[in-house]
Structures are given as C-alpha cells and as structure tokens.
C-alpha cells in the first residue's frame, strides 16, 4: 500500500494580548463597523516581546506532538512557514528545533507569505512519501505586528499575531491522510503584496503595504479554481467535502468559497473574527481549533485553501 502522509497531531499559540477594533479606533481613523463590516474581524491577538516567531512556533508545535502522542525524539524535519522570521538566519526552524530540545534532523523556514502552511504540507507530504523522513512538524508562526504601519488603517486592522503547528508522520490506514496538495505562484502580481525591508527582532523592519481589492479579486477567482482543481484531482464532487478550513484574510472571500462549494456556514472553520489575518498561521489556528472542539473528526475530509505574497496560492486535501 502506498505510504500517505497522516495528520497525526495538532497545536496552537495565541498572544496573551488582545486587541479590540474599538482599541485600534483610538489609534486610527478606523472604526469597529467599518472593520467588521468589510472584514468580520472584530479582535486580533498582538504579540509582547517575549512573544517571539520561534516562541510561538515552539508552543504550537509542543501542542501538535502532544496531541500525537510523540516526543521531540520522533521529529526528523522542522518545517517553519513564516514572513517574520526573529532573524534572517539561522532559521527560525532551528531556533524552535533547540527550544524542543530535537538534537537530530533538520529544518528550514519557508517563505510563502499566506499560502506558506499549504506549500509547508506540500514538502513536508514529499519528504514523508519519499522515505526522506518520517516525522515532520510543519509550523506557521507569524509576528506581523513588527512589520505593521500603525499609521495605514487600510492594513494595520487586519493582520494579528500567532503561530499553529501540525505533526505529520507516514499512515494511510483507511484511506486517511494528505490526499493531494497543488501549489502555484504568480511572481508577476508580486507588488499588489510586499514587504520592503529586512527582518528582525529588535530594528525597524519594513512594513507591509497592499493593493486591497486588487488582492481581493485575484483571492476569489484563483480560490475557487484551486478547489476545484483539488476535487477534480481526486475523482471527488463538491458534496463529499466535510470541512473547508480556509486562509483567514476575510470574510467576505471565506464565504464566496464556502458558497461556491455549497458548503452550509457551519461547516466552514472561521476563526479570522477573532484572530485576524495571521499569515501562515491562520489554517493551522483553525484546523486545531477545530479538531480540538470535536467538530472535524477523524475520516472527515477536510479541504485547505489560501492565497498571499507572492503571488502564491494553492490548496491540501486531507483525509482527517
Ligand atoms: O492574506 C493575504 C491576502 N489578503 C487578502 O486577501 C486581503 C484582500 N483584500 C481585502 O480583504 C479588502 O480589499 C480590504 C479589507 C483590504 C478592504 O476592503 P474593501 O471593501 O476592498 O475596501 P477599499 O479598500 O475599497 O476601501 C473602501 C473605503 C476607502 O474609502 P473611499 O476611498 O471609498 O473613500 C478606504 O479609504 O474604505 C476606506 N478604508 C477604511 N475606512 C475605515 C480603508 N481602510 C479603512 C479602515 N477604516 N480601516
């Protein structure tokens, strides 16, 4: 039988500090309706000093190995998704390998921006098929609060802090595990989402700017087709799709997918109301979300999707 990549376990990290849109309003000229109105955020988690990348990364991926049941010893490769690494190098990866206390293997951080969770599923499903390694943490672990203008309410509103974390190991009992991944980028689009400037904890790192609707309106066309690509790539119609667990930038672009796939509200994971825009972060926030609650259970097919920088988009098809 072929080896399949399984989901074994999942993890989160939320900042202590909440933010409120009423909070924001007092800094910008914002207000809490405008923000839930186009959007659905109505709070982001904003990260302190200590909160660090590798922090985060580390407390969401000692969740997902809990939740396994494996120990930091199992872990082959560290895969750290993230546009805000705490220095250009060494990885932040590694950073959270040492924190784990993993004195073996290897790991690197990736950069995709918003999709970087999906193209991180994408390498970590390879490695594990191909015999390379056998438990892989793939983390998404974001500090956009450090590349924020606070004075541009038309992006300081919408991103927060976080990090999530899977552990994948070799199964495919039952049909379960990664089914399919599609990865595609456009470098062409790459000014209409960018950050210039460097990264870093401590100096002022570049800030983010964004061609709003311009990214809103490749986000609804080039997600629906990547769902259906997904789909059609297994043999599978749009009924037999349990969960979407979809990139949280927007409200408005979640329920155009969710609508496009017939899917009835309460079968879509939405947590962007109360964490905001966490980049790489936010699918794997919401599939631990609800995989924790007991709403996606074990055999449930759970559909992933996300578009950021980059251009890059894309999507992982998981048999739960
Ligand atoms: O995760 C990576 C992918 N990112 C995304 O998917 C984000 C995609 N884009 C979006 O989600 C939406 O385009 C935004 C939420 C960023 C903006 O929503 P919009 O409905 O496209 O608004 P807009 O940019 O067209 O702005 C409408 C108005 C403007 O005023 P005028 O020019 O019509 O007078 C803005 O200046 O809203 C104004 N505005 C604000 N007003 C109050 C922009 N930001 C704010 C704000 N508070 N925070």
Same mark, same amino acid.
């Given at each position: ?52 990348? /590798?922090?985060?990364?580390?407390? /969401? ?26 220095? /250009? ?8 390998? %040492? ?6 293997? $290897?790991? $690197?951080? #990736? ?25 892989? =943490? ?11 203008? +606070? ?16 552990? #994948? ?7 379960? @595990? ?37 990214? $809103?309106?490749? %986000? ?10 997904? #789909? ?11 969960? #979407? ?41 919401? =599939? ?19 578009? @950021?920088?980059?251009?890059? +988009? ?7």
């Amino acid at each position: 039988m072929a080896i399949r990549t399984l989901l074994a376990g999942v993890g989160a990290y939320l900042p202590e500090r909440v933010v409120t849109n009423d909070d924001l309003a007092l800094r910008v000229d914002t207000s809490d309706a405008w923000i839930r109105e186009r959007t659905g955020i109505r709070q982001r988690h904003l990260a302190g000093p200590h909160e660090t990348c /590798a922090h985060m990364g580390a407390e /969401a991926a000692r969740g997902a190995l809990r939740d396994a049941g494996a120990e930091p010893a199992d872990v082959d490769a560290i895969i750290l998704a993230t546009s805000t690494p705490d220095q /250009a190098f060494p990885a932040t990866a590694l950073r959270v390998q %040492a924190e784990l206390g993993v004195d073996r293997g $290897f790991g $690197f951080d #990736l950069s995709a921006a918003c999709s970087g969770f999906i193209y991180g599923l994408s390498v970590a499903d390879a490695l594990i098929r191909t015999g390379q390694a056998r438990g892989v =943490l793939v983390i998404g672990s974001e500090v956009y609060s450090r590349i924020m203008d +606070w004075q541009d309410r038309g992006t300081c509103v919408l991103f927060g802090d976080g990090a999530g974390a899977v552990f #994948l190991r070799p199964g495919g009992e039952a049909g379960r @595990g990664i089914l399919s991944t599609h990865l595609h980028a456009q470098g062409s689009l790459g000014d209409i989402l960018y950050v210039d400037g460097s990264v870093g904890r401590h100096d002022r790192p570049g800030t983010l700017a964004m061609n709003g609707r311009e990214v $809103f309106r490749h %986000a609804v066309v080039k997600l629906a087709q990547v769902v259906d690509q997904a #789909l059609k790539a297994n043999g599978l119609e749009r009924s037999a799709v349990d969960w #979407l667990v979809p990139h949280q930038a927007n409200l408005r672009i979640i329920d155009a997918v969710g609508r496009k796939l017939g899917l009835p509200p309460e079968r879509v994971v939405v947590t962007v109301d109360r964490h905001a825009n966490t980049s790489a972060a936010s699918i794997p926030l919401a =599939l631990a979300e609800a995989a924790t609650d007991g709403r996606i259970r074990r055999g449930d097919l759970v559909l992933m999707e996300a578009l @950021g920088g980059g251009l890059t +988009w894309g999507s992982a098809l998981v048999r739960y």
